[in-house]
């Protein structure tokens, strides 16, 4: 069965520290695979993707994800947080041929100063 | 360049009402998702259309959901004597193609009371 799983329901660190957001999904084919953020009360915005080729893969505003095939994981980092970046973040699994994207439940992060 | 835009923002509706979002896809789009978001839980496959087809619904409630994608105007979901339980963000998406990231627009937040 297909599935994503964030562990962590809700993360906090200070401003500047280092940001690991774990993923880990289960899928039957290939897959492609995604980190999206959403703002409270905003939709999602796409932070990076992996589809195929060099396994660290670069985002924008500063993250990045490494997909791991052997570990089935796909975790978001980013060196040194902001303040802006508090948000909820949602990690998601899919395919070419597949007709939808299957998302974890989401981390909260929480950035204090 | 429009991104995807959905319509209304909020929504209200009474018990036994009947609840119509509409979405309208990226310029050069024309596959379109419609997700389900309930309250501190992730994103939920409800239905994959394209123009005039629906492609894959196999997430939608088999009773007073449907959803449509005309050839000219916007994707529509339709919920019919919408019960508490409907209450939710839904989230429309759209892709240049099967399998591509999605774009999101910034959903329409239902409330039922």
């Known amino acids: 069965a297909q599935s994503v799983t964030q562990p962590d329901i809700h993360i906090t660190v200070s401003e500047g520290a280092s940001l690991e957001l774990r993923c880990n999904y289960s899928?039957?084919?290939?897959?492609?695979l995604f980190w999206y953020v959403q703002s409270p009360g905003q939709g999602l915005q796409l932070l990076l993707k992996?589809?195929?080729?060099?396994?660290l893969v670069q985002g924008i505003k500063g993250f990045e994800a490494e997909f791991k095939r052997s570990q089935s994981s796909f975790n978001l980092r980013k060196p040194s947080v902001h303040w802006s970046d508090a948000a909820e973040y949602f990690c998601?699994?899919?395919?070419?041929?597949?007709?939808?994207?299957?998302f974890g439940t989401g981390t909260s992060l929480t950035v204090i100063p | 360049n429009a991104g995807v835009m959905q319509n209304p923002r909020h929504l209200v509706r009474r018990r036994g009402q009947e609840a119509r979002l509409r979405c309208s896809p990226m310029?050069?789009?024309?596959?379109v998702y419609w997700y389900r978001q309930l309250p501190e839980e992730g994103l939920k496959f409800m239905v994959y259309?394209?123009?005039?087809?629906?492609?894959?619904e196999s997430g939608m409630p088999k009773e007073r959901f449907s959803a449509e994608f005309p050839k000219e105007g916007p994707s529509i979901l339709r919920i019919q004597q919408v019960v508490r339980g409907d209450s939710a963000a839904y989230f429309c998406?759209?892709?240049?193609?099967?399998?591509?990231?999605?774009?999101f627009g910034s959903g329409t937040r239902l409330t039922v009371v």
């Open positions: 998601a699994v899919g395919a070419n041929t597949g007709n939808q994207f299957y």
């Open positions: 310029k050069g789009h024309s596959h």
């Open positions: 992996y589809f195929s080729g060099d396994t």
């Open positions: 899928y039957g084919a290939t897959p492609y």
């Open positions: 259309l394209q123009k005039e087809n629906i492609i894959d």
């Open positions: 998406a759209s892709s240049p193609g099967k399998g591509a990231s999605y774009t």
